[in-house]
């Protein structure tokens, strides 16, 4: 019986699992397109002793473009609003990527690094290990420690979003409060 519902499951599974992906992918893309146009203040939850300085800013992202493209959240810490995190479907993975610029608009060195989903991920969150292309900038750049990064985005409808990076012996966790939005910042540099 078993053999039989595994060869049903490998000639109709594919159709099955594509759908399941696509659904908790867009569940979770969906939860995020319902802030649009939403900012949020946040605090680091992480206790690494190298984020101490970072966990005193005032730390605001903001939900700021919507498209069935991708979705920009601009995340400012203190007056520094340099950073932009990209989700963008892709076939049936997610994309999430970090562009980075300079006051007068200009790339950094290190921008457009990120990941790609591995798998369905849940409605809630979706993780993203640092693609061939990050690792090869972060090689270039000097930045071995980063190649093994793996961030995250954590959404609990009406209550929290979550953005980590993980890798050997680091973490770091910032949570936004869903439930009490904050004036939308300033555009981020280059927007």
């Known amino acids: 019986m078993r053999i039989l519902i595994m060869s049903a499951f490998a000639i109709f599974g594919l159709h099955v699992s594509t759908a399941l ?5 867009n569940i979770f893309m969906k939860n995020i397109r319902a802030l649009c146009g939403k900012a949020f203040s946040g605090k680091v939850i992480s206790d690494d002793p190298a984020d101490a ?8 992202m903001h ?6 493209t991708h979705i920009k959240i ?25 562009d980075h610029r300079h006051k007068d608009g200009t790339e950094d060195t ?39 990064n793996i961030w995250a985005i954590e959404v609990k409808k009406n209550d929290h979003f979550i953005y980590e990076l993980s890798r050997p012996n680091r973490l770091f ?14 555009a981020p540099w280059g927007h």
């Open 21 to 25: 992906a696509d659904d908790t992918q």
């Open 53 to 60: 300085d970072f966990a005193k800013e005032k730390l605001v």
């Open 63 to 68: 939900v700021s473009e919507c498209t069935d």
């Open 74 to 98: 601009p995340f400012h810490v203190g007056n520094n609003r340099s950073r932009t995190w990209v989700l963008t479907p892709t076939g049936s993975h997610l994309t999430l990527k970090h």
């Open 110 to 148: 290190v921008t457009q690094y990120g990941g790609v989903t591995i798998n369905t991920g849940s409605s809630v969150r979706q993780e993203f290990p640092a693609d061939t292309f990050s690792q090869d900038m972060f090689n270039r750049e000097g930045l071995t420690v980063s190649v093994d």
């Open 173 to 186: 966790r910032v949570s936004f409060d869903l439930k009490n939005p904050v004036p939308p910042p300033p």
